[in-house]
T-cell receptor, first 113, second 115 residues
């Protein structure tokens, strides 16, 4: 069974600083990997996805993520955060058998002025 | 706006009661997935329906059931409710061709509070 670990529960970053959120996955085959963002009281919005090919993927809102098979990681980055990036971020992996999503516990990002 | 709609937005009920949550997928999507988000369990997959048929089950309690109707909308039925069932319930949809993966698009969720 697949699983996802997000080691950081909470990260505080200054506006304009860079952000990196860590994600490690466990899955036997080639995973389908995702990052979702959830603003307070809102649903989940897809930031980016990795299915195959180029290991550096670009997403919306200036986010990117890099798939590293050797490290079983799919870390999310943004060069310069904006106050509106304050939210909870979820890494997820999908099974190629039934396509259900398994989510990490989430990382809450606080942006300080 | 993902195109997935869920009703109601909020639901407050008492222990022992039964509720029905409704989800309408994006136009053209045949698959509906249900997830539960709670403080202690995080985001957990409950069940997946494709074109009216159950495709996969997760950690869904026996008190919970779901179905997908011919018009592709889905309902999640929760019965004999307990305090611990209080959570945010999300529905997601995607085309699900069966041979390739498509990302899931999430609805805004239904917040269930059991008192």
């Amino acid at each position: 069974a697949q699983s996802v670990t997000q080691p950081d529960i909470h990260i505080t970053v200054s506006e304009g600083a860079s952000l990196e959120l860590r994600c490690n996955y466990s899955y036997g085959a080639t995973p389908y990997l995702f990052w979702y963002v959830q603003s307070p009281g809102q649903g989940l919005q897809l930031l980016l996805k990795y299915f195959s090919g180029d290991t550096l993927v670009q997403g919306i809102k200036g986010f990117e993520a890099e798939f590293k098979r050797s490290q079983s990681s799919f870390n999310l980055r943004k060069p310069s955060v904006h106050w509106s990036d304050a939210a909870e971020y979820f890494c997820a992996v999908a099974s190629s058998n039934d396509y259900k999503l398994s989510f990490g516990a989430g990382t809450t990002v606080t942006v300080r002025a | 706006d993902s195109g997935v709609t869920q009703t109601p937005k909020h639901l407050i009920t008492a222990t022992g009661q039964r509720v029905t949550l409704r989800c309408s997928p994006r136009s053209g999507d045949l698959s509906v997935y249900w997830y539960q988000q709670s403080l202690d369990q995080g985001l957990q997959f409950l069940i997946h329906y494709y074109n009216g048929e159950e495709r996969a089950k997760g950690n869904i309690l026996e008190r919970f059931s779901a179905q997908q109707f011919p018009d592709l909308h889905s309902e999640l039925n929760l019965s004999s409710l307990e305090l611990g069932d209080s959570a945010l319930y999300f529905c997601a949809s995607n085309p699900y061709t069966g041979s390739s993966y498509n990302e899931q698009f999430f609805g805004p969720g239904t917040r269930l509070t059991v008192l």
